[in-house]
């Protein structure tokens, strides 16, 4: 008889609500006896990345129904969240239709409008006194202008 213990199957999903839609993302992989819890928190992390990445560059460029989505206008920012991908760092305003996951704030728009987006912090912030100007095109919205009320700045309440 063999009393060599044989590889384990390690399983992990990971399921999220996006917008009207459920996306799972499910991982497995093989893992020797006495290895498997390793290789348990190592499958979550690849599948965590998984979902931030469909997240952040998939889900944001696929097409949606327009009806469904707010229109251009101004819209009341709820909240600045900071995100950082491949090093590089991204303001995203949260409002409107887009409360859950954001709209790029970009440097050169935030810079016209003399707004430091460096000094919002990595925890995030709660502007006051901020609107975004926001175009809708082919269902893909963008933040085109910004409006920070009289005593606040982006990140930290003065000007």
């Given at each position: 008889m063999d009393n060599r213990q044989k590889p384990v199957t390690v399983n992990f999903s990971l399921e999220r609500k996006i917008g009207a839609d459920n996306v799972r993302i499910a991982v497995s992989s093989y893992a020797e006896p006495g290895n498997d819890g390793l290789e348990f928190n190592r499958i979550m992390s690849v599948a965590a990345d998984a979902m931030n990445d469909f997240v952040n560059n998939i889900f944001v460029t696929l097409p949606r129904d327009e009806?469904?989505?707010?229109?251009?206008?101004?819209?009341?920012?709820?909240?600045?969240?900071?995100?950082?991908?491949?090093?590089?760092?991204?303001?995203?305003?949260?409002c409107g239709d887009w409360n859950e996951f954001g709209l790029v704030i970009w440097p050169e728009l935030a810079a016209r409008k003399h707004i430091d987006l460096d000094i919002v912090p990595v925890t995030g912030y709660k502007p006051k006194t901020m609107e975004v100007k926001v175009s809708v095109t082919n269902g893909k919205p963008r933040v085109i202008d910004i409006r920070v009320g009289a005593g606040e700045s982006a990140g930290n309440g003065t000007r």
């Open positions: 009806s469904a989505v707010s229109g251009d206008g101004w819209y009341i920012v709820t909240q600045l969240n900071v995100t950082i991908d491949k090093g590089k760092r991204y303001v995203k305003a949260l």
